[in-house]
């Protein structure tokens, strides 16, 4: 595409990584001709004409709008980091990626302990904490003696086949012992039956504290004890011009205007907040 | 008594969550995750009930000085034990401990804010303080625990939680020191 150049100043090897960072795919062609399609994970973004290739996995919760034009052709103001409807998760994920980021040297696990990044964590306190990141209610409250049953009961289970990058995903397990653990999935890998066959979490696990960490579904103590995917994000997502508060809990003012109320992307001054999402 | 026999039972006590070999940690280059302690944890399960009990005695003390908006703040914490007897958990939370009606105390916190070397706040934090940001069972069983200093928004701020003892049943909850006087914060 001709026009202003990334390339101007001649040094250095060519940037792939263009606007929002996606991985330009170009020159896939024998004559070293491309599509040059942004990658952006759920589907490739056609930057010359302004449209999806294909429409958007989340359709079904704006379906009165193109499932093909790009956060609804407000790219001043929206973002869409992962190509599909994912605000509140990606927002909880950001959370997450925090704690493994800010974790200091040693244990930093502590049952009972509700820190913020930085701070000791439990693994049901990691996952409150993302989830409010996400503006919802704090998840572990209710009658159970576990918080990880707190937050199976105030999160909605998704079947296997429709799990997703920010759900909760927890585990029970049997004999003597603590019985329930949990974590925020930040990936899942699909066979083409689109069964789970691995998936990525963030937890806070004893003796550690926040890491990052692969399930493979049916191996080791995790991967053989996954009791389910649980979906608590509800809310419409922040008006474009709504300047999010400091504090992560704040709620999301409700959407309005132009854009449709479950309306799934990401105001352009949340981007350096969410820059270190990982793109699946 | 009945306490350090129910420690000879818990043999088999997995902290909140069960690591086998088989499980691979990933590196995304974010993670510093060190597997060695996981394998270590596993190796002691009665950590998390003898940890508990030995923060009784073991006072918590912060004593920090820094500079914010032009003045020197000097924040001194001390987090201690009451030794009131004043909170009963119920067995369906400690029956993994295999222990019967658990007793146990609640915490306090004594603030002394310092501005530029004249106090400007002395005071003590109970749980009571965090009321509005509690459930029930909060307020009958949780305890307030584990005070950490943090900056936030040009406040010193102390995020707690609350939880109730052995559990992970919690919240965690903020108290924002502004001059003379503090607000509790839920989160």
Redesign the interface.
Known sequence: MTGISSQALQFGKYNKYRYNGKEQQNKEFSDGSGLEWYDYGARFYDNQIGRWSVIDPMIEKHFDYTPYAYVYNDPIKLIDLRGMDSAQRAQAIAKA?EY??D?K???Q????????P???V????LV??SV?AGGEK?P??G??????L?IEDNTTKVKDKDATAGNVVT?H?D???????TGLVTGVTKDKDGNIVSF?MI??????????????IG?????E?VNGFYKWDTKPDVKSDTKPA??S?AQPAAASSKIPSSSGYIPGNMFSVLQ?L?IF | MKITKSLTLL????????????????N?G??????G??????ND?SS?LL??LKSYKNKVSFDTTIELTGNKLRLQVVHYCTFDSAIKVPE??V??YKINNFTTHDFNSSIKLFKNDTLTLDTIIRKNDFDKCL?G?LRSYGVL??P?I?V??GFLNV?Y????????????VTLALKGSRYEAIC?
């Open positions: 990626q493994v980021r974790k040297d040693g244990n696990y502590q049952m009972g302990a509700k820190g913020q930085g701070e000791k439990d693994c049901s306190g409150a904490e409010t704090n572990n409250h009658s159970e003696s576990s918080g990880v707190n585990f397990f004999g003597d012992g603590y019985a329930y653990h990525t937890q806070s696990s004893s003796g550690v504290g926040p890491n990052e960490k692969t399930v493979t191996e080791g103590k995790l991967g004890n400091a504090n809990n270190g990982k | 043999f088999l006590f997995f902290a909140c969550n069960n690591i086998s070999p088989k499980d691979t940690t990933i995304s974010i993670n510093k995750a060190d597997s302690s996981e394998k270590a944890s596993n399960p998390e940890d508990y369906k939370y029956d993994i459930p069972n625990l584990f950490n943090r936030d928004s995020d939680s609350i939880s109730i003892p052995l559990t992970d049943v919690g919240i965690g989160r």
